[in-house]
């Protein structure tokens, strides 16, 4: 018998269901990488849509007239003052640039609320893919008004308006998924992990857009717009939704409770506990959030429901249900001024780049991508750390801790040198992007399948929509604060930054107390426990 080849070899290593999972962790990864690209573009164009002027002698064309011919012929399609694109040449441009970012997140913050409770009640992946669709749309929309010559701000708002509801389609959807396939085992690793498709799809819309910027910028959105475009085809074709669709036996049981590692699956008979015990005992992560007495005793989800085994599908949970979830309500204020942070620098950063270290619009999107490298770290580094010391508040609090100062460095560093800014843009993209991605992936995913859920995995959708949603709060207030505090010193818009981390972990506060709290008497009831 021939021998089989070393690929074939590879292929049988798995398991189906470990290639299923493998497969989804992959595409919705795709999925939500293609969100982000196509959000980054503006943070990109906003330096060619305003440039420095050049004074109006140095123009030297005879008369208006003679000018205004030699425009028609130029294919730049530059207004008059050389400034830039009407209407953002004017001196209040940041402002304006300010006002597109707050048009989208607005938008995007308002949508989430919606965006969680519709879907827990639709197909995950017709809403996916018509939200992908229709983003493509309107990325595209914007870049269009390059080759239309459209020089009115209402167009362009517009345009930031529609395709911040719609993009409010993926988050939900794919924190639901990426749930549904995997258990918590390694469920902050791996989410880390996959978390930093926010960072990469950041970074290819920063190439792909400054690829473009100089030249024709139009096309730094239309390509975009394309790419999420064809992606919400593939999506349509591929994604699944959850193991049992497929007969998958990635599920994990409500009576064997097995451990998930999230690429095998074992099981640990666990011996017959009484109901105080085992409440103490299991899930220690989420079971430290709050004492035994605040653990939400009575059903969240109102209406009686039975398991899918029944063939009775569960009704999903009310929006004030969800926010009776332990820890919902302080991880989402957290996450509404971490993300304010993070938004700040993902809108405003290259702006920043080139007034500081007076580069163009492509050099300088090129280099705040570290920023973003620096958030894939970050987040994979949270996930460990909360994995191994099971906690995710505690974890959150030690990261926004160190990040507020070296904000204050990177304001003073970065002044020094290209050398000193990519050092420190790196670092604070781990310190910043950390929490941030915490709290949105693995925070999100432990609270919409808490055991006062009583089994309903239909709340995932509806909680990540209200944390990510309370957080797109702050990602609407940041970029905005920063159009309006800039005109006074970069050194201002740090200073906001940092006020905005300090407010994230004093909200995390009680939540760390009563996970070191928790671990102790975690720690005596196990050594009790084998006393007996």
Known sequence: MAQLPPGVHFIVLFTRDQWCRAFTFVLTFLLYTSFHLSRKPISIVKGELHKHCAPPNEIELNSYKEYAIHSQLDKKLFNESQCGWEPFDKNNYKQLLGALDYSFLCAYAVGMYLSGIIGERLPIRYYLTAGMLASGLFTAMFGLGYFYNIHNLWFYMIAQIANGLVQTTGWPS????????????????????WNSHTSVGNILGSLIAGYWVSTCWGLSFVV?????????????????????????????SNNSKPYMNGTNKFRVQKPSLNFKETNRLQDPAMQCLLPDRENCTVPLNQNIAVNGESGTRMSAISFIGALRIPGVIEFSLCLLFAKLVSYTFLFWLPLYITNVEHLDAKRAGDLSTLFDVGGIFGGILAGIISDRLEKRAS???MMLLLAAPTLYMFSAISKMGLEATIVMLLISGALVNGPYALITTAVSADLGTHKSLKGNARALSTVTAIIDGTGSVGAALGPLLAGLISPSGWNNVFYMLMVADACALLFLLRLIRKELQCKMDHTFDRKKFKEH
């Open 395 to 397: 974890t959150c609090g």
């Open 224 to 252: 975009p717009g394309i790419i999420i475009a064809c992606l919400g085809i593939v999506c349509f074709l591929f994604l699944v939704e959850h193991p049992k669709d497929i007969s998958c036996a990635c599920e994990t």
């Open 174 to 193: 794919v924190v639901t998924c990426i749930g549904n396939w995997f258990g918590k085992g390694r469920r902050g690793l791996i989410m880390g992990i």
